[in-house]
Nanobody
């Protein structure tokens, strides 16, 4: 099975950018569809973005489309989430996830905190 470790979260001002990384070990990310979810304070965990095993198809929540970009580097066994034009409502813990079958998100990282100040 795969282990996932997120990094890159920090405090940033509104309008700024961050790149989150999800480093995988145990198995190669090329074996999985990969995704990002987030949980804001007092809210349920919500889908942010995902990418198929092939890397050819990407998906985004309406709230982040056009601002966030998901990508994968199979050689580095890492998945990224580039976040631009950040808003205070993007403040959340961001979780990386993997699935052998797209949508069946089985493996999760511990999360990385993103805080966007206004």
């Amino acid at each position: 099975q795969v282990q996932l470790v997120e990094s890159g979260g920090r405090l940033v001002q509104a309008g700024g950018s961050l790149r989150l990384s999800c480093a995988a070990s145990g198995r190669t990310v090329s074996s999985y569809a990969m995704g990002w979810f987030r949980r804001a304070p007092g809210e349920e965990r919500e889908f942010v973005s995902a990418i198929r095993k092939s890397g050819l198809n990407t998906y985004y929540a309406v709230s982040v489309k056009g601002r966030f970009t998901i990508s994968r580097d199979n050689a580095k066994n890492t998945v990224y989430l580039q976040m631009n034009s950040l808003k205070p409502e993007d403040t959340a813990i961001y979780y990386c996830t993997a699935a052998t079958t797209y949508g069946n998100w089985h493996y999760w990282g511990q999360g990385t905190q993103v805080t966007v100040s206004s």
